[in-house]
Antibody, heavy 119, light 110 residues
Framework: QVQLQESGPGLVKPSQTLSLTCTVS??????????WSWIRQPPGKGLEWIGY???????YYNPSLKSRVTISVDTSKNQFSLKLSSVTAADTAVYYC???????????WGQGTLVTVSS | QSVLTQPPSASGTPGQRVTISCSGS????????VYWYQQLPGTAPKLLIY???QRPSGVPDRFSGSKSGTSASLAISGLRSEDEADYYC???????????FGGGTKLTVL
């Protein structure tokens, strides 16, 4: 069974860069059939798609965040990562990593990690 | 403003059947599979229904999904107190090239 686990700082200062890593176990991130994504959920609000990456390195980002987002993959470690620059309080959210099949919604999710943007 | 439209709330009494609707467009629900997630307080979304009407192993058959045109619905029969949660629909959007979500429906078991 595939498992995903997010890791990274829980507190980031305004204007700095948020960095998170998702470690995948129980399956290879190099499987060509899946994308690996980041999704966030502000406190008390709904889900927002951030972007996704394939093992080949091809990426797609939500246009509303595109100028600030970078998603990368490290197949040797079976991990993928998120960087979100110039954060503000509006970026405070639970960040989830998830896996999905091409043109389908995610099937496996990580447990999520709360990132608070505050000085 | 979510791309998919869900009612913000729903309710029912134990044993009852409730349905939650999800409305989209031809670029998402109309041309791709609908997924449903259950989110209990403080936890990650859990896959409840995939490919419109398929249940993952371990999901009770009290939960069922259906799709018609650009709309979908989730039905929960034999409502139980532990079903009290937020429910989200999702679908790939061909125009946006990523997954879009509904705004979520908070289900209350009275």
């Amino acid at each position: 069974q595939v498992q995903l686990q997010e890791s990274g700082p829980g507190l980031v200062k305004p204007s700095q860069t948020l960095s998170l890593t998702c470690t995948v176990s129980g399956g290879s991130i190099s499987s060509g059939d899946y994308y690996w994504s980041w999704i966030r959920q502000p406190p008390g609000k709904g889900l927002e798609w951030i972007g996704y990456i394939y093992y080949s390195g091809s990426t797609y980002y939500n246009p509303s965040l595109k100028s600030r987002v970078t998603i990368s993959v490290d197949t040797s470690k079976n991990q993928f990562s998120l960087k979100l620059s110039s954060v503000t309080a509006a970026d405070t959210a639970v960040y989830y990593c998830a896996r999905g099949e091409y043109s389908s919604s995610p099937d496996y999710w990580g447990q999520g990690t709360l990132v608070t943007v505050s000085s | 403003q979510s791309v998919l439209t869900q009612p913000p709330s729903a309710s029912g009494t134990p044993g009852q059947r409730v349905t939650i609707s999800c409305s989209g467009s031809s670029s998402n629900i109309g041309s791709n599979y609908v997924y449903w997630y259950q989110q209990l307080p403080g936890t990650a979304p859990k896959l409840l229904i995939y490919r419109n009407n398929q249940r993952p192993s371990g999901v009770p058959d009290r939960f069922s999904g259906s799709k018609s045109g650009t709309s979908a619905s989730l039905a929960i029969s034999g409502l139980r107190s532990e079903d009290e949660a937020d429910y989200y629909c999702a679908a790939w959007d061909d125009s946006l090239s990523f997954v879009v979500f509904g705004g979520g429906t908070k289900l209350t078991v009275l």
